[in-house]
């Protein structure tokens, strides 16, 4: 059987450079910041907290490098997943692609609670239909709805199209940004340096929040989940991938600033939504707190967004490889996206505001898990294929290759070190029990895959995965033929 007789779905291409770079950095910013900062603040010092994000930054950006280098080199769907079957093969490919999809459920499925907690802040919802209790959290069923609702929506979006979703995205990345300048620029005038105190905690207190770095970062790595969609020179990618990291940075730096030029060390702590009560603060106005919680709102739905985008694209991905069940990798015959796999992560999404407030803490720790892992064999796999395929044509290949990819594999190391119990920020039972049942589901849709296409020659996984361009078959014959 010859590779032709497999069906191959393609996605369409209609994504430019502003909607690329509005998807990366949109994705990166969620509801962190508002909800965060003050802790940040309170670990390390405005200062220090500043500097841990700096720090953090350069460190994300060594694994970005990766990404910057691997993605237009291999601009398909499914991102991690394309480059570890590069580098491993089937089964490191499928356990890259099943954990960052775990991080992109998990992130996700955390923004229902989170954009209901924001909602709420902005105007009261009535406590109607009391449900249960969970970790001292009350769930009402008109709470619940608030997010349930914006779930549907942005599965809607990017059902009926990845152009709908991005056009969103843009617009509502705008708004993230223009709430970012008045917060900048109020409490920078309205502000004193006084209530930055204290600067600086201790070293620990640095190191603490350098921890939380790769949560806030997340985002940036959707970008190749949609690369086979993008309508852009390919060295165009690597540049807004970089520009993405750069711009959150510098996005959370600010954030930081202007939380600690609002208000001093008493009004923070006594905050129950830092960045907004303390901008409130500043400006002598409850009218400037809710400005605040517009724009995090902004920031939950792009992020919210971008992962049920690169969750979905994995998921398309990993159905077209034959490594999960078909319908997964089903293209809609009139919209051209992968429906079904948008469907089951809205639905997902639409599940966890079952859980409540209090199981923000638990699913955005979960998934930062899998984003390590991905983050690791992604590394990995850029400095095997270096080793594999150093002839391979790289649009864009990153200064001193080698050094990069080692301190990329470094750096997950030591992130999924901090996760693990003899690490300082291990997950608790709850946490390792949300990656148990996911990579418990992981190893009965591989034994089933492994099952129902075990007669799939390894040419005919290379061309699903790769399609006939970038298949190693075929750039071997091209080499050939030149």
Same mark, same amino acid.
């Given at each position: 059987?010859?590779?032709?007789?497999?069906?191959?779905?393609?996605?369409? &291409? !209609?994504?430019?450079?502003?909607? #690329? $770079?509005?998807?990366?950095?949109?994705?990166?910013?969620?509801?962190?910041?508002?909800?965060?900062?003050?802790?940040?603040?309170?670990?390390?010092? !405005?200062?220090?907290?500043?500097?841990?994000?700096?720090?953090?930054?350069?460190?994300?950006? @060594?694994?970005?490098?990766?990404?910057?280098?691997? *993605?237009?080199?291999?601009?398909? +769907?499914?991102?991690?997943?394309?480059?570890?079957? &590069?580098?491993?093969?089937?089964?490191?490919?499928?356990? *890259?692609? =099943?954990?960052?999809? /775990?991080?992109?459920?998990?992130?996700?499925?955390?923004?229902?609670?989170?954009?209901?907690?924001?909602?709420?802040?902005? #105007?009261?919802?009535?406590?109607?239909?009391?449900?249960?209790?969970?970790?001292?959290?009350?769930?009402?069923?008109? =709470?619940?709805?608030?997010?349930?609702?914006?779930?549907?929506?942005? !599965?809607?979006?990017?059902?009926?199209?990845?152009?709908?979703?991005?056009? /969103?995205? *843009?617009?509502? +990345?705008?708004?993230?940004?223009?709430?970012?300048?008045?917060?900048?620029?109020?409490?920078? !005038?309205?502000?004193?340096?006084?209530?930055?105190?204290?600067?600086?905690?201790?070293?620990?207190?640095?190191?603490?929040?350098?921890?939380?770095?790769?949560?806030?970062?997340?985002?940036?790595?959707?970008?190749?989940?949609?690369?086979?969609?993008?309508?852009?020179?390919?060295?165009?990618?690597?540049?807004?991938?970089?520009?993405?990291?750069?711009?959150?940075?510098? =996005?959370?730096?600010?954030?930081?600033?202007?939380?600690?030029?609002?208000?001093?060390?008493?009004?923070?702590?006594?905050?129950?939504?830092?960045?907004?009560?303390?901008?409130?603060?500043?400006?002598?106005?409850?009218?400037?707190?809710?400005?605040?919680?517009?724009?995090? $709102?902004?920031?939950?739905?792009?992020?919210?967004?971008?992962?049920?985008?690169?969750?979905?694209?994995?998921?398309?991905?990993?159905? &077209?490889?034959?490594?999960?069940?078909?319908? /997964?990798? %089903?293209?809609?015959?009139?919209?051209?996206?992968?429906?079904?796999?948008?469907?089951?992560?809205?639905?997902?999404?639409?599940?966890?505001?079952?859980?409540?407030?209090?199981? $923000?803490?638990?699913?955005?720790?979960?998934?930062? @898990?899998? *984003?390590?892992?991905?983050?690791?064999?992604?590394?990995?796999? /850029?400095?095997? #294929? &270096?080793? %594999?395929?150093?002839?391979?044509?790289?649009?864009?290949?990153?200064?001193a290759g080698p050094f990069v990819g080692v301190v990329a594999v470094a750096v997950a190391l030591f992130f999924l070190w901090t996760y693990l119990p003899i690490g300082p920020a291990g997950l608790i039972p709850v946490e390792w029990a949300l990656v148990g049942i996911w990579v418990l589901l992981g190893v009965v849709f591989y034994i089933w895959a492994k099952a129902k296409y075990k007669n799939v020659k390894e040419a005919e996984y290379e061309y699903l995965m790769f399609g006939k361009d970038y298949s190693r078959k075929?750039?071997?014959?091209?080499?050939?033929?030149?």
């Open positions: 059987m010859g590779s032709d007789a497999f069906e191959r779905n393609v996605l369409k &291409r !209609t994504m430019g450079n502003i909607d #690329v $770079l509005a998807f990366g950095f949109g994705t990166m910013i969620g509801w962190g910041w508002v909800m965060l900062a003050g802790g940040w603040v309170a670990d390390g010092g !405005t200062l220090g907290a500043m500097i841990a994000f700096v720090g953090g930054a350069i460190l994300c950006i @060594f694994v970005g490098l990766t990404y910057a280098e691997l *993605t237009p080199m291999l601009p398909l +769907s499914g991102g991690e997943l394309v480059f570890a079957y &590069r580098g491993f093969g089937y089964t490191g490919s499928w356990i *890259t692609g =099943w954990m960052i999809t /775990f991080a992109y459920v998990g992130v996700a499925a955390f923004e229902g609670p989170s954009f209901a907690t924001a909602v709420n802040y902005l #105007v009261e919802i009535p406590k109607v239909g009391y449900l249960w209790t969970i970790a001292g959290f009350d769930v009402y069923v008109s =709470w619940m709805a608030v997010g349930i609702i914006m779930s549907l929506i942005l !599965t809607y979006l990017n059902y009926i199209g990845i152009k709908s979703a991005t056009v /969103f995205q *843009t617009l509502a +990345s705008g708004g993230i940004i223009i709430g970012g300048l008045v917060l900048v620029f109020g409490s920078a !005038t309205q502000g004193s340096v006084s209530n930055m105190e204290p600067l600086i905690t201790s070293g620990h207190g640095i190191l603490t929040v350098m921890l939380v770095v790769p949560a806030m970062f997340v985002g940036f790595d959707v970008i190749p989940q949609a690369a086979e969609e993008m309508s852009i020179p390919l060295k165009n990618i690597s540049k807004i991938l970089i520009i993405s990291i750069l711009m959150a940075a510098v =996005w959370y730096i600010a954030m930081i600033f202007g939380l600690g030029m609002s208000a001093p060390e008493s009004v923070r702590a006594a905050a129950d939504i830092p960045v907004p009560d303390a901008f409130a603060y500043v400006m002598g106005h409850w009218a400037f707190g809710k400005i605040m919680i517009i724009a995090a $709102l902004l920031g939950i739905v792009t992020s919210w967004n971008g992962f049920i985008i690169g969750g979905s694209r994995v998921l398309f991905a990993m159905a &077209r490889a034959k490594m999960i069940p078909e319908i /997964f990798g %089903k293209v809609h015959p009139k919209y051209g996206t992968p429906s079904f796999s948008v469907i089951f992560i809205g639905v997902i999404v639409s599940l966890a505001v079952f859980l409540g407030r209090s199981a $923000l803490v638990w699913l955005i720790d979960a998934s930062a @898990f899998g *984003t390590v892992v991905a983050y690791f064999m992604v590394a990995l796999s /850029f400095l095997l #294929v &270096r080793f %594999k395929e150093p002839e391979l044509a790289r649009p864009y290949k990153a200064p075929h750039i071997m014959n091209a080499k050939k033929n030149a």
